[in-house]
């Protein structure tokens, strides 16, 4: 076959099928937009919270205790973190500004 029948042939059964290709090609575009606007709304989440942290401070520090998620040393999961004077100095010590 030639190559200008392949497409004579291929708009042929797009005519005879217009509404399985009209379906075919809202599919495609509908899936094309939902890929678009997640990522535009991932995109723009991520600069909104990396702005939100520049306007903190870039030299700013935050410890929040909590409890720990793994059992280390035969310790179990879950044991509370209170933080000590000693832990704020070694900090300071290891972030200077």
Do not use: N
């Not at 059964?13 to 890929?35: C, E, P, Q, V, Y």
């Not at 723009?44 to 870039?58: A, L, P, S, T, V």
């Not at 700013?60 to 179990?76: N, Q, R, W």
Request: proline fraction near 4%; hydrophobic fraction near 45%; glycine fraction near 12%.
């Amino acid at each position: 076959m030639r190559l200008s029948e392949i497409i004579r042939q291929a708009f042929a059964d797009l005519k005879a099928h217009r509404l399985r290709s009209t379906l075919t090609l809202f599919g495609i575009i509908w899936g094309i937009m939902a890929i678009m606007i997640l990522l535009g709304w991932g995109f723009g989440f991520r600069d909104y919270m990396f702005e939100g942290m520049h306007k903190i401070g870039e030299d700013l520090v935050v410890f929040m205790p909590g409890h720990t998620s793994i059992g280390v040393g035969g310790y179990k999961t879950g044991r509370p973190i209170v933080p000590e004077i000693k832990d704020i100095e070694a900090i300071q010590i290891q972030c200077p500004s």
